[in-house]
């Protein structure tokens, strides 16, 4: 079941989470979805240490873009949730 979280931020208004199948030998990894005004956009792969950066990152958008950015990501139609 995922989880969305509001957070405080000039270009992302919610982050949303939820764990992919995992190997025993590997750390989790989750697709992270977040809320750009109307669009939403999933990021896939993402892994937790990463996830609980962006979560306490005192700047979202910076954060984002420094470490999310870049990981394979696709447009969705509607919200996930």
């Known amino acids: 079941m ?3 979280v ?3 931020s000039s270009n992302i208004r ?3 989470y939820e764990q992919l199948a995992q190997s ?3 750390e989790p990894t ?4 977040v809320n750009f005004g109307s669009s939403w ?3 896939d792969c993402v892994p937790q240490s990463i996830l609980s950066g962006f979560l306490l990152a ?3 958008g910076k ?3 420094t470490n999310i950015k870049h990981l394979p990501t696709y447009k969705l139609k509607s919200c996930p949730f």
């Open 2 to 4: 995922p989880v969305v």
């Open 6 to 8: 509001k957070v405080k």
């Open 14 to 16: 919610k982050i949303g």
């Open 24 to 26: 025993p030998s590997s």
């Open 30 to 33: 989750y697709v992270v979805y």
């Open 41 to 43: 956009y999933a990021y």
């Open 58 to 60: 005192p700047s979202k």
């Open 63 to 65: 954060y984002f873009i």
